[in-house]
Structure formats: structure tokens, C-alpha cells
């Protein structure tokens, strides 16, 4: 294969898009017909299972092609480090213009995202800059954060400036009166843009984009939300507690009437999603560009909506946030079909890999990168996994904050990390704080009864086998601290990531 020749890709990650919330999984209400048409004609991987249960940890497994214990980013050190190779980067050495837009914080040139783009914009910033308020904010709160820089230039500071400003305008003077977009319609413009540049370039592009929708909070336009309504009142759905942390310390009682509620809220946010996606899909088409790309869907994780006592998607490494859609559209259309088999989103990167295998790649490239995974291609590039493993290294908002804003609950019981070890038909949970579950996959896909104590034997296999990878690779170092800033801080307080 030459340069030439090889696929254009785009890479699509809807932010917290719980795998069966989408229709073409098996959910009850046709929340997505775009990315079922999108199915209908690619590879649909049925489980499909993030490595992390929050954004930053999970992006950076995407982009690493390793596991969080492996790549380090967490609470305390949101970024992504130089001294694992970046899919962005490995394409542009293999000839790839690289394109990068982001619409969550998290992954943001401040937190190093931006290696390997050629382009990297940030959705919510009117100037384009490397500020990042929300790590400052990080910083001051938490004792363990990693932080560091130099300061920030006259440029930076006017463009933090423009910034402050145009967040304020549409804070306080647009959002009483309108829905809140999170940025879909802003990727889609700037996607707009790029794909006139895209028909023209003489080499292969990549374009990752990031839609921040279904994230909460969950303000989907009316029309997206009277679809999902089921004959309620639409004030009355739109007014449903949202704060999790309120749920969950017992300032807000919500019972299966406010759950129900909340799910078609998110639903209506899902499909608000699968309708921008739907829009970019016709774009690429319209500009004759769909049918000489690769496209691939999933998401970073998903979200609990009054799962197992729990909102958002803290504390948990449950199937509802595990459990992402991850859906190939494979050049020329190939591998169309279902793959039951268990894969893991961070076997993204080694499939492009093993995709571009016959291109002219340099020689220590190759061989660096593939020293690096943690992963294998997905089928049909490689077998499906025996076992997946997914962590929480660390709690977000840190529990000192939680204890500070909630005295009155006793969050001792989320004071843990956690990691998952999961095959076909079972799964095996280990606290920090030496608790265990194990569920039957096959029989309990919703993870309701504990079968740890019953079945002893099962549990102790897959300990074993959680114990045996932690043995495979050597931890993370922290060799890099970000630049930090601070509009960003009050964008993760809105969505619930830091607390004051």
C-alpha cells in the first residue's frame, strides 16, 4: 500500500454515550437511527468495553493504545505525558494531515492533547489558547495534583480575555433563553471548513472529534426532547434533579419517577448527538469524501442513571459505564456485520496499525509503537480478547471536597479505586478497600447479584488474573506538569468534575 492509498480516518468519540442508549444495541427507544444506519453498513462490536470510567483516563488509553495504571493520567495528573507515542502522532509520521477538535476540557492543548495535530482546536473557545482554568482550580483544591509552567505570555492572557468574555455573554445572557449546546454544532462547522481543505490535500487526513452531548447537564433542544417525553410534562422532565452528588449524599430524594424522567432527558441528549453525527455523515458524503474514509464511533465511557444507587459516572465500573458503542466503517466498506466477541476501545490504535501494515512505515516507529500496546486489533485484524480490564485509579471530586460540601454522608465508602477484570460470561471487581464482587455476565447482564461469597472459586480465577496483568508492564512516571489556567475550572464545576 502507498501513501497514496492510504484511508482517510476519522475518529468520532461521543462523550459518556452508554452503549445500550443506543438503538442499534438494543435500546428500547430509537434514540439514534443515523449511527444505526451507520451500523447497517460497518463493523458493530457488541462489547465493546472502555478501559476507564471517566474522560481523561480513557481518551488517553485510546490515544495510547495502553491502560491507566500504564499511561498515569488521573485526577491528580489529567495529562497526557510525552513518553508513550500518540496515535495522532504515529499518523502523521506515516504521511497523515492531522486534525484535532475537542469540545471537553479535559482534552485540551493544556493538558497535551494536542500532540501529533497538525490542527487542534478547542470547541468552546472563541480564541484558540493553551489556558486551562480548571487544572488551576485542580491544583489549588487537591495537595496530590502535578502542576508546573512558566506563566503565560501577553497573547495567552488577551485570549483568555476574549474568552472570559465570550463564556460570559452566552452564560449569563443566552442559556435562560435557549437549550444548551455543548459543542456538536460548533464541530460541525469547523468539520465544515476542514473538508474543503480535506478534497484538496495530496495526502491521507485523520480527524479526531470529540461531541461533548449526552454529557450533563442535560439540556437537549425541545424538539429532540418531545420525542422522548412518553406524554410527560416537558418543564416537569426538563426539571429533574441532575446534581448527582446531591442524589447521592441524600439532599435530593429521587425515586423511579425521577429516574425515569432523567433517562428520556439523556435520551433526548443521545439523540441530539446521533443528529449532528447524522449531519457530518451527509457532509462527508456530499463532498464525496465518506466513501474513501474510515469512520469509527464509540465513546469514553458511559453514565449511570440511577444504576446501583449512583448518578454520573463516579465511583463505578459497572457495565452502564463500561459498556461504550464502537462502530467501524472500514475502508471500501468491508467487515460489515456484527462481532459479538469481547474488544476494548483501546484496541483502536493497534488496528490502524495492523490496517496500515503494508504502507511504507519507518522501521523504529513501528517497532515503538508496538512495544507500547497494551492491546491487540480488533477482529477481524486479530482475535476477540479472552479478558478485559478496566480501573478507576482514583475518586473525582477527591472525597476531602465531597466531606467538605456533604457533611452530613458518609462518603468513607467511595474513599477506594477500583479494577475490573472481566470475560464472555463473567466479571470480577476488586476495591482498594478489599472489597469484591463478581457478577454472571450471561444471566445478570445488569450486575444486580453478587455471586462472590457462592462462587469462591470463579472469583479467585479471575483475581488471578487480574493480579497476573498487573504484573506485565512497568507503572506509569510522571515525566511532564501542565500549563494552568482558569475559565475551564468553572466549565467543570457546571458539569460536576470539581466542586468548590
Known sequence: ???????????????????????????????????????????????????????PPSHASIFTGTYPSRHGVDRSHPYLDGGLTTLPEYLRERGYRTFGISSNFWISTATNYDRGFDVFYQSWQLAQTRSNPALERQRRRDPSYSAGGNGRSAAERLGATINRLDAGIRRYCCRPFVNLDMGARRVNRVVRRWARTWKTLDAPFFAFLHYMEPHEPYRPPARFLRHHLGGQNARRVAGVNQHALKFMSGAVPMGAEEFDRLERLYDAEVSYADHCIGELIEGLRATGLLDRTMLIVTSDHGENLGDHGLMSHMFSVHESILRVPLIVRYPGGEHCGTEPGLVQTLDIFPTLVALLENGHAPAQLES??????????????????????????????????????????????????LRAVRTATHKYIQG?????????????????????????????????????????????????????????????????????
Not at 455 to 476: I, N, Q, S
Open 432 to 500: 482498594s478497600d478489599g472489597r469484591e464482587w463478581l457478577y454472571d455476565m450471561a444471566t445478570d447482564p445488569r450486575e444486580l447479584t453478587d455471586l462472590h461469597l457462592t462462587d469462591p472459586t470463579r472469583a479467585a480465577e479471575l483475581r488471578a488474573r487480574l493480579e497476573a496483568w498487573e504484573g506485565t508492564f512497568a507503572p506509569a512516571e510522571v515525566t511532564e506538569a501542565p500549563e494552568l489556567d482558569e475559565e475551564i475550572r468553572r466549565r467543570l464545576r457546571d458539569l460536576g468534575y470539581i466542586e468548590d
Open 1 to 55: 500500500m502507498t501513501t497514496g492509498r492510504l484511508p482517510n480516518i476519522i475518529l468520532i468519540i461521543v462523550d459518556t454515550l452508554r452503549g445500550d442508549h443506543v438503538s442499534c444495541y438494543g435500546h428500547e427507544r430509537r434514540t439514534t437511527p443515523h449511527l444505526d444506519a451507520l451500523a447497517a453498513d460497518a463493523t458493530l462490536y457488541t462489547t465493546a468495553i472502555s478501559p476507564g470510567a471517566w474522560t
Open 368 to 417: 515503538t509503537v508496538r512495544a507500547q500496546f497494551q492491546a491487540g486489533a480488533l477482529p477481524p485484524f486479530g482475535p476477540p480478547r479472552d479478558v478485559a480490564i478496566a480501573e478507576l485509579r482514583d475518586v473525582q471530586p477527591p472525597i476531602h471536597v465531597l466531606r467538605k460540601r456533604y457533611p452530613q454522608f458518609d462518603w468513607s465508602v467511595y474513599d477506594r479505586s
